[in-house]
């Protein structure tokens, strides 16, 4: 087996960029390839067939790219295109979703007994959650909350401003959230509205930490297949893609990756269907 692993990330835009430092901070020497459907986002209100065709295209750009490993860094494509994604990555190259590490991790707070869940409407409807941990804790009270215009805000840069706040209470003053003790920001892009999220809850409810839940999978599933650290130098390269230029891709991708990070654009019209 590949002794040295390439990780292969993909997203509808920014968000799976949470998901990417996370990674990157559990496994700084393994090479990271991350495609961003820019052009495509949001996904969350695309239909299921949309998001499979463009799931299926990016895991054959990044296995092309090299990717021994992929991770499905967006929530409606791991709801929807889960299968299809590991059906084109083949049996050699093992794919984790966002949904499955999140869903043990829920599992397995046995003191819990009333989750939340907010996500796209890709996601919520899909009742991928709902019916994983329905399957591993019957007893557990789940409700969840399709939010659909909170992921264009972060996209276009409005997370920590007054106008996330206000939406963010528009969609969770809903009665249905009153008894939640823990809240699953079931979306990639929702970890840059965590502290909007916690103000609005005073801090009396556990948002979870998705990117770090799923990068701790991630980091786990590989533990066989990393060379000892100590043989490695320095932080291994990360590529760049995405379908679409757009200000807010390059200026998070610089945030988080530093300004001299290259990025290229590669349109999923121009790779195979
Ligand atoms: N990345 C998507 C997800 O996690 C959210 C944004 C979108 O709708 O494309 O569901």
Redesign the pocket.
């Known amino acids: 087996m590949n002794a040295d692993p390439i990780i292969g990330i993909f997203?509808?835009?920014v968000?799976?960029l949470t998901v990417l430092k996370a990674i990157r901070s559990c496994l700084p020497e393994i090479p990271v390839v991350y495609y961003g459907d820019t052009a495509h986002?949001?996904?969350?209100?695309k239909s299921p067939d949309l998001i499979r065709s463009y799931t299926r295209r990016i895991v054959r750009f990044l296995v092309d790219r090299g990717a021994s490993h992929i991770v499905i860094a967006?929530?409606?494509a791991s709801a929807v295109a889960g299968d299809i994604a590991r059906q084109e990555a083949g049996s050699r190259v093992p794919v984790t979703d966002v949904v499955e590490p999140v869903v043990q991790e829920v599992a397995q707070r046995s003191r819990l007994h009333c989750v939340g869940i907010i996500?796209?409407r890709?996601?919520i409807q899909s009742g991928i959650y709902q019916k994983h941990l329905a399957a591993l804790r019957p007893d557990l009270d789940v409700r969840s909350l399709a939010t659909p215009l909170l992921?264009p805000l972060v996209e276009e840069g409005f997370a920590g401003t007054p106008v996330a706040r206000e939406v963010i209470r528009h969609y969770l003053k809903n009665e249905l959230f009153r008894p939640i003790e823990c809240l699953i920001p079931a979306?990639?892009?929702y970890p840059f509205l965590f502290e909007d999220l916690n103000d609005f809850f005073w801090g009396r409810v556990t948002i979870l930490d998705t990117p770090h839940i799923v990068a701790h999978a991630v980091q786990k599933q590989l533990s066989d297949r990393i060379v000892s650290r100590q043989n490695k130098q320095s932080e291994s390269p990360v590529q760049v893609h995405f379908s679409m230029d757009t200000l807010s891709f390059r200026q998070l991708c610089r945030l988080f990756l530093g300004s001299d990070q290259e990025i290229t654009e590669s349109p999923l019209s121009s790779l195979p269907d």
């Not at 986002?41 to 209100?45: E, Q, T, W």
């Open positions: 997203d509808s835009g968000g799976g986002m949001p996904y969350g209100d967006c929530n409606s996500g796209t890709a996601t992921a979306c990639t892009h």
